[in-house]
């Protein structure tokens, strides 16, 4: 198991600036993947960036070149560094994490989400 918590998210004007953090515990040697995922009123969850150990990053089209993720493995944290916020990335943000373990020949994987942070971007 893994567990995720992650950190208060908040309002921000259009332009401003937000960093979420991530802790992961429990069996965090098995995590491949730490991320975040976004989900507004309305619209299904979608995904906004991960990192994959061995693979490097992943952002949606819309966030790229203005939010930034990364992993601090030793201190099994991930976080999400959002720039130049517009109303559109207002959402609750969950912080994601794949978990594998097993061999090459059957190889096991299990998702595992925090409860989620808002964050409103607002005029």
């Known amino acids: 198991q893994v567990h995720q918590v992650e950190s208060v998210g908040g309002l921000v004007q259009p332009g401003g600036s937000l960093r979420l953090s991530c802790l992961s515990s429990?069996?965090?040697?098995?995590?491949?993947?730490m991320g975040w995922y976004r989900q507004a009123p309305g619209k299904e969850r979608e995904l906004v960036a991960t990192i994959t150990f061995g693979e490097g990053t992943r952002y949606a089209d819309s966030v790229k070149g203005r939010f930034t993720v990364s992993r601090d493995l030793g201190k099994n944290m991930a976080f999400l560094q959002m720039n130049a916020l517009i109303p559109e990335d207002t959402a609750a943000y969950y912080c994601?994490?794949?978990?594998?373990?097993?061999?090459?020949?059957?190889?096991?994987?299990?998702?595992?989400w925090g409860k989620g942070t808002q964050v409103t971007v607002f005029s």
């Open positions: 994601y994490a794949k978990s594998v373990w097993g061999t090459v020949e059957r190889r096991y994987e299990s998702d595992y």
């Open positions: 429990g069996r965090t040697s098995s995590i491949e993947t």
